[in-house]
């Protein structure tokens, strides 16, 4: 079992930066492969980032591509994911995921690719 729990979330306005956390139980954690998920008011969960175990590789959905980055600190056991230029229709809550990396530099995109999930942390960026 993984626990994750995400922290960093809050209110800004738009234009501002914010920085999430999720931290894993797990201090195997370096063999897990982890994700970025959000879910705005009335819509489904949404695919934001991916990364892989080693950090080497990431990839992100369109609608956030050049303005969020994922991280990783296998030492820390912990995922970042640092969102810069917030929009109003980045509000959301946001959920970190993980697996395991069973192909290397493998990067999953799917919400039942993953087994782990934590709580959700909201994110409210005002116009």
């Known amino acids: 079992q993984v626990q994750l729990v995400e922290s960093g979330g809050g209110l800004v306005q738009a234009g501002d930066s914010l920085r999430l956390s999720c931290v894993a139980s797990?201090?195997?954690?370096?063999?897990?492969?982890m994700g970025w998920f959000r879910q705005a008011p009335g819509k489904e969960r949404e695919f934001v980032g991916a990364i892989s175990w080693s950090a080497g590789n990431t990839y992100y959905a369109d609608s956030v591509k050049g303005r969020f980055t994922i991280s990783r600190d296998n030492t820390k056991n912990t995922e970042y994911l640092q969102m810069n230029s917030l929009k109003p229709e980045d509000t959301a809550v946001y959920y970190c995921?993980?697996?395991?990396?069973?192909?290397?530099?493998?990067?999953?995109?799917?919400?039942?690719?993953?087994?782990?999930w934590g709580q959700g942390t909201q994110v409210t960026v005002s116009s």
């Open positions: 797990r201090r195997t954690f370096s063999r897990y492969a």
């Open positions: 995921a993980a697996r395991l990396q069973d192909i290397a530099a493998m990067l999953y995109t799917r919400e039942y690719e993953y087994d782990y």
